[in-house]
């Protein structure tokens, strides 16, 4: 097998091409490119084959060049490759990409170099493109310059509107009414093709998503690769999976009532949705059926998962409560409660819409009330302790208040054991709960609100991190869990 030696350069060039004669006297003097290791032949040049877009390509690869020039007798092409830069001159890293014989050059390859280079967006990019060829001529290896050439390529990328906006049931309606916004970065949408959306399901019901393009255009329900966002398969109930833009697309399903959060991925269609934790309060005889927005929320649900939230106080036994998610607060038509008025049941069913009725512990006590709104359930568990320790005052201390005695920011008692303040954090901190303004009794978790606005403290533990802001901010100190929502 003969050795292979890439070489150029005129003097090699010469040697090697003195023996040429009859119609190959030209190649005798082969020309060099003092900046590249590599030899020019007379005639032998690359040109591309004309723009490629890369969504009409069907097969595994793509012709991009090709090669014409008469050869040496005897001479073998090995290989041919190009090296890719933008052709905009920009600070880049060479792309090697090899062509075969006939020009072409393995689809995903390009694909990933424009893609690295310009994004996803689906426009026409242009890559400078120098070719060169590994040739045996009269047993002497060389690596040839075919020159520089311009590749054109179109990313293969789905439309992606540049908002978007879920419509159904979940938002109570199917028209632009309706629709509820995604948020998103504002950045490019082909680099960041991430859309969120946060909503509250009060029941079951289904989902679509509606672009941009159709409420510019008027054409709400325009459906195709830019219209209508859906699932497969009508009433999919799945929270995960992929998604369609196609005639006939289907609606996604919610089953269970509660806060959601929708995350989609329109670079590769793909959809989230997870539960998150809602703000729930208590509405009854243990805050004097108080519904005015401004004074009576001040008996907050404490969550434990983003569907399961409760309430620890003492109760009368007596149509104690319904309860409200916040977006509902006030209006008796969105009100969640039991099937019977007064029912004092362990357990039972929630109900919504306008037929929530007044919910009564099985009796006067401590008790704990859990929600569960991924089953719509209710149950009551009594306390062990019906005598637990009370306390004059609890407050709040930290940077907001320099951590110096008898400076804290007092709380309301708003029912036995459960208290309740409005306060602005100037910057970021960190604070506890503690009792009568001293540190003999004191309660912290180690969190980070900004991380999760809901846990359970520790008797002594650490300090808990609040970002800057309004918080209205609810502890109780029983069962040591903590709200703090964001005014």
Not at 377 to 383: D, F, Q
Request: negative net charge; charged residues 15%; glycine residues 12%.
């Amino acid at each position: 097998m003969k050795k292979i030696m890439l070489f150029g350069g005129l003097l090699l060039s010469a040697m090697t091409f003195v023996a040429c004669d009859g119609d190959f006297d030209d190649w005798a003097s082969p020309q060099t490119n003092p900046q590249e290791d590599a030899i020019t032949l007379p005639g032998y040049t690359a040109a591309a084959s004309g723009a490629v877009d890369l969504a009409a390509v069907t097969g595994d690869s793509v012709q991009v060049l090709t090669l014409s020039g008469t050869l040496p007798d005897g001479a073998v092409v090995e290989n041919t490759r190009m090296e890719l830069l933008p052709a905009d001159g920009s600070s880049a890293t060479v792309t090697t990409l090899e062509v075969d014989a006939e020009g072409r050059v393995a689809k995903a390859d390009l694909a990933n170099t424009v893609e690295g280079y310009f994004g996803k967006r689906p426009e026409a990019r242009d890559m400078s493109a120098q070719v060169y060829t590994n040739m045996i001529i009269n047993g002497q290896a060389f690596r040839v310059d075919a020159g520089k050439i311009t590749i054109t390529a179109t990313p293969e990328a789905p439309y992606i509107a540049s908002a978007y906006y879920l419509v159904g049931d979940v938002t109570g309606g199917w028209d632009a009414d309706h629709v509820v916004l995604f948020s998103h970065s504002g950045e490019d949408v082909y680099a960041d093709p991430v859309f969120t959306v946060t909503f509250t399901a009060t029941g079951s019901g289904s989902w679509k998503i509606i672009p941009q393009g159709n409420l510019d255009s008027g054409d709400f329900w325009h459906e195709g690769a830019d219209g209508v966002v859906g699932v497969a398969t009508d009433g999919d109930p799945a929270l995960s999976g992929t998604l369609v833009a196609q005639a006939g697309v289907g609606a996604g399903r919610i089953e269970n009532a509660g806060m959601y959060r929708m995350t989609i991925n329109m670079l590769d269609y793909t959809y989230t949705i997870e539960p998150m934790a809602a703000t729930y309060y208590v509405y009854g005889a243990v805050q004097g059926w108080n519904n005015d927005p401004a004074t009576g929320k001040t008996c907050a649900f404490y969550p434990s998962t983003a569907t399961q939230q409760s309430y620890t106080t003492k109760w009368t036994g007596a149509w104690d409560l319904k309860f409200w998610a916040s977006d509902g607060w006030g209006n008796d038509g969105k009100a969640y409660g039991s099937q019977v008025d007064g029912d004092s049941s362990e357990s039972g069913k929630i109900v919504g819409d306008g037929a929530a009725q007044a919910i009564s512990a099985p009796s006067e006590g401590y008790y704990t009330f859990t929600i569960d709104m991924s089953t719509m359930t209710y149950t009551w568990t009594m306390c062990s302790d019906q005598n637990p320790a009370e306390y004059a005052s609890v407050g709040i201390s930290g940077d907001i208040t320099g951590w110096a005695d008898n400076a804290d920011i007092v709380m309301t008692q708003v029912t036995p054991h459960n208290w309740y303040v409005k306060t602005t954090v100037a910057a970021d901190g960190k604070l506890k709960f503690r009792v009568d303004g001293k540190w003999d009794t004191n309660w912290g978790s180690g969190a980070n609100i900004a991380d999760q606005n809901y846990g359970t403290c520790t008797a002594g533990g650490d300090n808990i991190t609040v970002p800057a802001g309004t918080y209205s901010i609810y502890f109780n100190d029983i069962t040591m869990q903590y709200v703090f929502i964001a005014e």
